[in-house]
T-cell receptor
Framework: GIQVEQSPPDLILQEGANSTLRCNFS?????LQWFHQNPWGQLINLFY?????KQNGRLSATTVATERYSLLYISSSQTTDSGVYFC???????????????WGLGTSLAVNP | NAGVMQNPRHLVRRRGQEARLRCSPM?????VYWYRQLPEEGLKFMVY????????ESGMPKERFSAEFPKEGPSILRIQQVVRGDSAAYFC?????????????FGSGTQLSVL
């Protein structure tokens, strides 16, 4: 099956720093989403981004589908950004249907004040 | 517009008991998905349901686990005769329509602990 690898596995930042998280996937995907799981376990959907670039405030994401990777950028990090960031994909060539998302193991981010 | 609602938030069961996890999708959403998260891991797909239909249960264990999404009421994930290995966080997600380019919205999860 499709493999999803995220790097780095752990990251520690000082407040205000910028960071880039990477997601590599082993096959063509029609659906790629980035999630943030906060320290209380809640999952927040950050981006639906099977290709291209999107921005939302201090966060932005870019997926290069032909090269099978996606990047999540966090600028001016804040302590509330702490948690685990997951990349999840669905294999296929047709339009996504949000079903069997395959998840990476996540990047655990700690932002220190 | 309330989000995906899951209850209970925490559930403690002894080995051999039954666990029932409930999920109410977002208003207007007719598709429900259950995922399981073991410690230090990403989520694993379990089952995909529409109202009164199981569409894909390829991620469900063959025994003891079942899911339903009745015409009225929440979706239920049922685990019979729980064992310690069932301890995990169980997340429910919903989406409005299959095939649409929509984000998947998750509930806050149910943390199941089996003693």
């Amino acid at each position: 099956g499709i493999q999803v690898e995220q790097s780095p596995p752990d990251l520690i930042l000082q407040e205000g720093a910028n960071s880039t998280l990477r997601c590599n996937f082993s096959d063509s995907v029609n659906n790629l989403q980035w999630f943030h799981q906060n320290p209380w376990g809640q999952l927040i959907n950050l981006f639906y981004i099977p290709s291209g670039t999107k921005q939302n405030g201090r966060l932005s994401a870019t997926t290069v589908a032909t090269e099978r990777y996606s990047l999540l950028y966090i600028s001016s990090s804040q302590t509330t950004d702490s948690g685990v960031y997951f990349c999840a994909v669905e294999r296929g060539m047709a339009a996504g249907n949000n079903r069997k998302l395959i998840w990476g193991l996540g990047t655990s981010l700690a932002v220190n004040p | 517009n309330a989000g995906v609602m899951q209850n209970p938030r925490h559930l403690v069961r002894r080995r051999g008991q039954e666990a029932r996890l409930r999920c109410s999708p977002m208003k207007g959403h007719s598709h429900v998905y259950w995922y399981r998260q073991l410690p230090e891991e990403g989520l694993k797909f379990m089952v995909y349901l529409q109202k009164e239909n199981i569409i894909d249960e390829s991620g469900m264990p063959k025994e003891r686990f079942s899911a339903e999404f009745p015409k009225e009421g929440p979706s239920i994930l049922r685990i019979q005769q729980v064992v310690r290995g069932d301890s995990a966080a169980y997340f429910c997600a919903s989406s409005p329509i299959q095939g649409a380019d929509e984000k998947l919205f998750f509930g806050s999860g149910t943390q199941l602990s089996v003693l």
